[in-house]
């Protein structure tokens, strides 16, 4: 049943800049989640190696291919990371590696702050890769890795928290070949066990059973849950997820009222049909109901049908 529109006392609203910073940290970094991992190695003029993971990360443009990871300023103490002072002081260069579920145990001793003479490959057990175009190593252990040259550093704060934009294009990439879809097109996420960050200590995982698909409507303009039958858009039973997908198909795709009396004849639906003959609002409670576990089966045009027979 859709949830009502909960009332503004409900809410606790917070003004930045009200909370010491490191619980309003916590607020930001719990709510805009899960946040993919940039597992990042850098250099130094000396060719000492830096490697960590940075949280506040992701890709931003595909063409030119440009990735953005911030090492923001200490929260405690506002002092800044060896990653920022190897990128925007002696090398601006780096490998944007991403890690699966097999490494972040490792990937997470690599974020302990160490000494900027001490190379985290070493103390977290990984394996140093020479990278094609830049010089900074790649992690051999990990399933992808971008080559990446920055173009820019961006400081966005000077305070606790401040952020620093390390704008990356890539240059060149690796793909493990056992993460790939069959014809090679592209990363099957059923092969590929990411991870990703939440606050706290806590992490996700992206497993076949966290998996689901949503069509997107970027090839096609669905008619809108405004559209929706009425009866359909107040129902005590279907979802705000029932009313997206019913809302994302495209009007001259609907099923007509007479391919939804053609459907009368379906098992379950004669069945609720028959049994609920003489008391409508149960009828079409159930109706409903089978609509919406023909949606749950990816069966939108059979579940429109159902819904048609309710009005």
Not at 27 to 42: C, H, N, Q
Not at 94 to 109: A, G, R
Request: glycine residues 6%.
């Amino acid at each position: 049943m859709p949830l009502p529109a909960p009332t503004a006392s409900a809410f606790r609203t917070i003004t930045p800049g009200t909370l010491p910073g490191p619980e309003w940290h916590q607020f930001m970094l719990g709510a805009v989640a899960p946040r993919p991992i940039a597992f990042v190695s850098t250099i130094d003029r000396a060719g000492n190696v830096n490697l960590s993971p940075f949280s506040f990360f992701n890709v931003f443009s595909s063409n030119p291919a440009t990735l953005i990871f911030s090492p923001a300023n200490r929260v405690r103490d506002n002092t800044q990371k060896h990653t920022l002072y190897n990128v925007r002081d002696e090398v601006p260069e780096c490998v944007i590696n991403i890690c699966d579920y097999p490494l972040v145990e490792q990937m997470s001793l690599a974020s302990t702050e160490y000494g900027r003479e001490v190379n985290e490959f070493r103390k977290a057990g990984l394996t140093e890769l020479a990278a094609d175009k830049v010089r900074p190593p790649r992690v051999a252990e990990c399933p992808v890795s971008f080559e990446c040259v920055v173009e820019q550093v961006i400081a966005i704060g000077d305070q606790h928290g401040g952020g620093n934009l390390v704008i990356c294009r890539v240059v060149q990439s690796h793909f493990r070949e056992d993460i790939l879809l069959a014809n090679g097109a592209g990363i099957d996420p059923h092969k590929f066990d990411a991870v990703a960050r939440l606050g706290g200590d806590w992490y996700s995982r992206v497993i076949p059973e966290s998996l689901f698909e949503v069509p997107k409507p970027n090839r096609h303009k669905g008619i809108g849950i405004d559209e929706l039958p009425v009866h359909i858009r107040h129902s005590e039973v279907l979802t705000g997820n029932n009313l997206g997908r019913l809302g994302n198909i495209e009007r001259e795709a609907l099923p007509t009222a007479a391919d939804a009396q053609a459907y009368r004849d379906e098992p379950l639906v004669a069945f609720t049909l028959n049994k609920y003959a003489d008391n409508a609002p149960e009828l079409r409670r159930h109706l409903h109901r089978l609509g919406q576990q023909l949606l749950e089966e990816g069966r939108l045009l059979d579940a429109w049908k159902v819904l048609l027979l309710a009005e």
